[in-house]
């Protein structure tokens, strides 16, 4: 079993999980914000660009443009969509050559329940859910200030947001917030795994860890401060820490870590 991870500086590394040795790696030649797997390829998308990597191989297979630098990535459809930031943002579909302006403050992007969900940071804060064909506005949810990552999973939307705090969880049913989970200061990350919720945090040395029926935080992981990407492989978490130049190793069972190694600067994991 592998896993990928990416530094901003524009290398891809694939690890064996087990042995967390290097199996290949890959200097794509542009800075890396975001990283996805799918259909047999490792897709990095950062500044104008967008890769992807034969998982097979290792080889670079395509690289596409886009518009401004990418802060999300994810594939809808079979196909690679991207949420880039700057003067102008826009979602791309690089495959098909489409792309559609969105709203200033645009910040993270997720897909489920037939539709793209995309958060805005903008006064009031708001989720956006999109036709992922279109790309057009279905509907708007009104969230807690300054939303920085979501993620679908449990049948929910579910969004970390830093005004303060939280968790907002949106039913896709209604297009509402139904529920708010407190959660420590700068969330970077939030993902489902091993039935549970985890949110990563930039300031605070911690990952939490919420139950996602009762809504309740059930542990807070010492992990090191600047967490920024959560992947999973291996029954472990594996958390990308650029700022300290290391990926820390989680044991979801025993909720702990389970190793720590230096590696140069890993942002984007998948």
């Not at 039913?171 to 985890?198: C, H, I, K, N």
């Amino acid at each position: 079993m592998d896993i990928w991870l990416a530094s901003r500086r524009g290398v891809v590394t694939c690890f064996d999980v087990k042995s967390r040795a290097e199996l290949c790696s890959v200097d794509v030649a542009h800075p890396i914000d975001a990283l996805v797997r799918g259909g047999g390829s490792v897709w990095v998308a950062g500044d104008r660009a967008l890769t992807a990597v034969d998982a097979a191989s290792g080889v670079v297979a395509s690289t596409e443009a886009v518009a401004g630098r990418a802060s999300a990535l994810v594939i809808a459809g079979g196909e690679p969509v991207v949420l880039s930031t700057g003067r102008r943002p826009a979602l791309t579909w690089p495959e098909s050559g489409r792309s559609l302006r969105v709203g200033a403050q645009s910040q993270a992007l997720a897909a489920g329940y037939g539709a793209l969900w995309v958060a805005c940071q903008r006064r009031p804060a708001v989720v956006e859910r999109r036709d992922p064909a279109t790309g057009e506005v279905v509907a708007a949810v009104e969230v807690h200030r300054d939303p920085q990552a979501i993620w679908c999973a449990h049948g929910s939307v579910w969004v970390a947001t830093d005004g303060p705090g939280g968790v907002d969880e949106i039913d896709p049913a209604t297009d509402s917030v139904t529920a708010t989970v407190e959660v420590p200061r700068q969330p970077t990350a939030v993902r489902e795994a091993f039935g549970a919720l985890w949110v990563a945090h930039g300031a605070e040395p911690r990952l939490t860890r919420v139950d996602p029926d009762s809504l309740e935080v059930v542990a807070s992981i010492r992990v090191g401060a600047g967490s920024f990407g959560i992947g999973v492989a291996g029954g472990d978490l594996w958390l990308t820490q650029a700022i300290a130049s290391r990926v820390c190793v989680v044991d979801p069972n025993r909720n702990g870590v389970r190793a720590r190694f230096d590696w140069d600067e890993p942002f984007a994991i998948g």
